[in-house]
């Protein structure tokens, strides 16, 4: 199976070469700066107008499409009635759970300790939610926010109780995330693969280019695309 990583998109449309199984979305799909009316109302008509579109016509090729949200993604928290007009574009979208998806486990967890962004969770609250989580064996684990110190573009930075359960729970195959633009790539630190895939390195320096994993050989591959409007 190959799987496209494409968290960070932030109103780009990337074209996803065919032979692609999945894509995966983890966050950051909106530039959406805050909770204001005006802002969601504005990023509600992205996603109606635009992500639509966007969506149906990868799915319309048999590439399944999942996703979680990210800090900047402020419309579907602001009512369950947004957050299914968000889920009814995916095959899977979730802020956090296990999923069985083609044959492989998959953990989602989208929240961040950024009080000022959208699923703003603290450090204890964090690391209290993904410890309810059983142990049970996982393929890979999709976060939007980074682990603490991995492919975090500064030292010190990402999330303790994130890279606690990576750790821990050791996914057989990678930990997937973003929000981090500058450190694009992937490591192997302490048994576990982390692989920061953020698309864009700023709104008006995109990086045209997405990594794609392979689950039969275990290797990345860089592609160049273009965007589709």
Known sequence: MKIAMLPDIHEHFPFIQDGVDMVVFNGDFCCTPSAEEKWVAREADIWKYLYGPYMQEIRSRGIKVVGCPGNHDFYPQSSKSAFQHVASYFDTFVTRGYRNILGHSWYFFCYNKLSEYSYYRTEF???????????????????????????????????????HFVERIRPKHCHMFGHCHSDFGYTRRDGVTHVNASYSMAENHPRYEYMVYDTESRTFELVRTHHTR
Not at 126 to 133: A, E, I, W
Not at 143 to 148: N, V
């Open 125 to 163: 609250d964090t690391r209290k939610m993904l410890g309810s989580f059983a142990t049970r064996p996982l393929d890979f684990v999709v976060t939007h926010t980074p682990a603490y110190d991995i492919l975090s573009m500064v030292p010190d930075w990402g999330s303790m109780p994130i890279r």
